[in-house]
């Protein structure tokens, strides 16, 4: 499936602005790309970036670096139950409590990059075993519908938005 084949009542029109941040292309393509594009960037930073921040209130590098892995993980987690068919409904999660409990200031570089390697491996994966029928089932998170697919869209359009944003807003 193709991002323009994703229909919006699958998702939360919130998560629409990372959605047209994608390609039109099919959900494997875009993870992988995206993979390798994030990584580079990654590897092109310092360490002292991770302490960077555009304005003051604003998160570190580090501590979006973090918020992005652990919404990969939660929208992954989402794709699942969903694909599985539990009906529970999927609460939200409150990105400014997990981040401060993160610590994201104490890693290095290399432990993001590890870390998010692995997890969009972990998703890759994921969504590849999915096939179109368990991609396309509905379920409830953050007191919305959600299909699997839409889920895996938002995480990489959300890594997308982040990667715009370092580059926009803080100069990287």
């Known amino acids: 499936m193709t991002r323009s084949q994703l229909q919006t009542s699958e998702y939360n029109a919130f ?4 959605i ?3 390609p039109n292309e099919d959900l494997i393509s875009i993870m992988k790309d995206l993979k390798e594009e994030f990584v580079a960037f990654l590897q092109g930073l310092e360490e002292e970036d991770l302490k960077h921040f555009y304005a003051e209130g ?14 990969e993980r939660i929208f992954q987690y989402r794709a699942l139950t969903i694909a599985r068919e539990d009906l529970t409904p999927l ?9 401060p409990s993160s610590k994201a200031e104490r ?4 432990s ?5 390697e692995c997890v969009r491996d972990a998703g890759i994966a994921l969504f590849e075993s999915l096939d179109d029928e368990m991609s396309g089932k509905f379920g409830e998170a953050s007191n919305s519908q959600l299909t699997p697919r839409a889920a895996g869209f938002i995480l990489a359009g959300h890594q997308k938005h982040h990667l715009l944003l370092f580059k926009t807003h803080y100069g990287l």
């Open 107 to 110: 890693r290095s570089l290399s």
């Open 91 to 99: 609460p939200g999660f409150d990105q400014d409590a997990y981040v």
């Open 58 to 71: 604003k998160w570190t590098v580090a501590q979006v670096l973090q918020h992005i892995i652990d919404t």
């Open 15 to 18: 998560y629409q602005t990372y």
């Open 20 to 22: 047209d941040k994608l």
């Open 112 to 116: 993001f990059i590890k870390e998010f």
